[in-house]
């Protein structure tokens, strides 16, 4: 998988701008507020269906502008093909080599990627939310009919939700058996996504930090969901929500034994972040034959100097990288853009000691 271009107009802060990229390292150099980030931000909305920094269409259309217009063309598959997206503040209008889908969630599955931004070692000390979402985001791009179920679910919850609150009781059995039947697949789906990274991440762990044991464990219902729902009932409706189910599920992990989350310190939960990372690449190649992408945001501010040699020594072999910085001197810059945004396009890894 390989994006050869990037065509953006009235994006963010950005009047207009065509990117060609190599199949290597691409390194994104610029002073903050460049729009560094921006770029990434486009290039993985066709892997996510959305934004990773807003859910208002607004905020990604220029100022003054009446739209936002991303364009890639890429090759999947020994295949040429495009996607283009038309963000306009009220609503999207997504092409696929020129057919028109109705919405944004069809471009799940075309592309695949893994982000790694700063505030990512929350995955490891933040909510179960945010944990939830990994294992989600990373399933949607391999199995379609995990999106189907994971809506599905969504759906018949959020009505099963408001019938317990307006105590609306009639319409419970039909949402709790739409509810049972998506959960089973999607429980099935996680705990074997489970079992695919722990090897995965215990050797990139390993390769990071030297010999400390790094654990993920599923932490999910085991049991008859409908009868659980059932017995729960009359306390739900007091309450006026579901208390368990897919939604409450957690990934839990362990460094050496101890829960990541209170005894290890901020290294190493970055250390755990990024072996976590490069598990989900190495897990999306395995699934879907092709290399993802892989993008970094702020190379600099991830790792100390020794992690950051490691990490780079990893990353090697991952196909095409996006790597934005404000520290580093690109090496043969391409092309300069506005705000001082230096893109660089490199076949080749640098192992110099100023590139690390």
Known sequence: MKINALHLKHFRNIEEVWIEFCEGLNWLSGPNAAGKTNLLEALF???????????????????????????????????????????????????????SYKTALEL?????????????????????????????????????????????FQRALKHRNFCLKTKQLGPLDSFESEMVRSSNFLWEARRALMERLQP???????????????????????????????KNRSHEIRLGYTKEGPHRDEMLFFIEGKPAKGFASEGQKRTAMMALKLAEWQSLHEIVGEKPLCAIDEWHSNLDK??????????????????????????QVSHQIQGGLAISLNTKWHQDEEGL
């Open 306 to 331: 020794s992690h950051k040699r490691k990490l780079w020594d990893a990353l090697e072999g991952l196909g095409q990288v996006f790597i934005t910085t404000h520290e580093v001197e690109p090496h």
């Open 108 to 152: 799940l599955g075309i592309l695949q990627g893994v982000l790694i931004k700063l505030d990512d070692i929350n995955l490891i000390s933040g909510p179960p939310q945010l944990r939830r979402s990994f294992i989600d985001l990373q399933l949607v791009q391999s199995s379609p009919l995990y999106v189907h179920h994971l809506l599905r």
């Open 200 to 230: 995965l991440v215990q050797e990139n762990y390993g390769r990071l930090s030297g010999e400390e044991l790094f654990e993920i464990r599923y932490d999910a219902y085991r049991g008859n969901y409908q009868e659980l729902l059932t």
């Open 45 to 99: 909305y066709f892997v996510r269906a959305s934004s990773f920094r807003t859910r208002h269409l607004n905020e990604l259309i220029l100022t003054s502008k009446e739209y936002a217009s991303l364009e890639i063309f890429f090759t999947k598959c020994a295949v040429e093909q495009s996607l283009k997206l038309i963000i306009r503040p009220e609503d999207k209008t997504l092409f696929h080599n020129q057919t």
